[in-house]
C-alpha cells in the first residue's frame, strides 16, 4: 500500500475545489491526458470520469469512480486501469494551520495489479505519487495566488468561504 503525505501551501477548501471538479482530474493525475466527467455529478457517490491515458503513440480509455466521498475532507476512488485491473486512490485533506497536509493512499484493488502487489509496484506508486502532488501543489498554489491577486487591495476576508461559498469580508453580516 503505498501512502505519501504532503504539505501544500493554500488552505483545504482551495485543493478540495481542484479535487471536486472532474474536468481538472489529468491536470492533476500522473499518466492521464484528458478527463470528463461521464455520470453523475462529481464528485458525488456513483459519479465517474472518463479519462484517457497515453502510452506513445497507444490510447487507453478507462473510467474512475467515486466510492466514497466526505465533502471537503477525504476523496475515495477506484480506477480502471484495464487489463491490470482497478486501483483505490484515497485522498485525505486536513487542515495544517492556513495549509493543507494531503495524504495520498493508494493500492490494487482487484484484477491482475491485485495479485502482483510487491515493493517494485509499491516504489513506482510512490514515483507517481511525488509527481501527482507536485502537479497538484502547483495547480492549488497557482489558484490561491491569483485569487489573492484579484482581491481588492486592503479588503481583509475571511480564509475559508462562508456556508454560501463566498469569501465574504471580515465583520460584514452573514
Known amino acids: 500500500m503505498a501512502v505519501r503525505r504532503h504539505l501544500i501551501r493554500t488552505s483545504p477548501q482551495t485543493v478540495w475545489d481542484v479535487l471536486a471538479d472532474g474536468s481538472r482530474y489529468a491536470d492533476w493525475v500522473v499518466g492521464t491526458s484528458s478527463s470528463k466527467p461521464v455520470r453523475g455529478q462529481w464528485p458525488r457517490l456513483g459519479a465517474a470520469i472518463r479519462y484517457e491515458a497515453r502510452l506513445g503513440p497507444v490510447r487507453l480509455s478507462n ?27 484515497a485522498v485525505e485533506l486536513r487542515p495544517w494551520g492556513e495549509e493543507c497536509l494531503v495524504i495520498v493512499d493508494e493500492h490494487p484493488l482487484r484484477g491482475l495489479g491485485g495479485r502482483l502487489r510487491n515493493l517494485v509496484v509499491e516504489a513506482l506508486l510512490q514515483v507517481r505519487h511525488r509527481a501527482m502532488l507536485a502537479r497538484l501543489t502547483e495547480l492549488c498554489e497557482t489558484e490561491a495566488a491569483e ?9 481583509v476576508v ?8 463566498t469569501r465574504a469580508r471580515l465583520g460584514d453580516a452573514p
Open 158 to 165: 475571511a480564509p475559508e468561504p462562508g456556508h454560501n461559498g
Open 147 to 155: 485569487w489573492e491577486r484579484r482581491r481588492p487591495l486592503g479588503q
Open 63 to 89: 473510467e474512475t469512480v467515486v466510492r466514497r466521498c466526505e465533502w471537503g475532507k477525504t476523496l475515495e476512488l477506484e480506477a480502471w486501469e484495464g487489463a491490470f485491473g482497478t486501483a483505490r486512490i
